[in-house]
């Protein structure tokens, strides 16, 4: 049987250096050049002011339902087929998760199912 990988690393000289720097600098996840750089970069690249990096999917999650002040008493659209965080941030902001399924040929929430969600509203 063939394994599929998800991601297979490409780790030249260029990222040695910069593991090296970024260790002796003492900043390897949350600050540092690094960091700043590609808050920049990837600002500059979806042509917006500001770009903010998160130490995961779930902390980048989290700080979106924060940011559009999603709380007690909201209801959050998610897909069936996830990540447990996606629900559980949801929860953890204390908003209702609405679970739809999938499209099965793209993965992710399908459009005419939100209209079957066990929610009226939609």
Known sequence: MYRYP???PEIGEEELRNVVEAVKSGWVSSKGKFIEE???FFAKYVGVR???AT???TAAFH???AALKIGKGDEVIV?????AA?????IYVGAKPVIVDVNPDYWCIDPRKVGESNNPKY
């Open 50 to 52: 500001y770009g903010v």
């Open 79 to 83: 897909p069936d087929l996830t990540f």
């Open 38 to 40: 590609f808050e920049d």
């Open 86 to 90: 996606t629900i559980n941030v949801v």
């Open 55 to 57: 130490s995961n999917g």
């Open 63 to 65: 700080l979106a339902l």
């Open 6 to 8: 998800v991601a297979e």
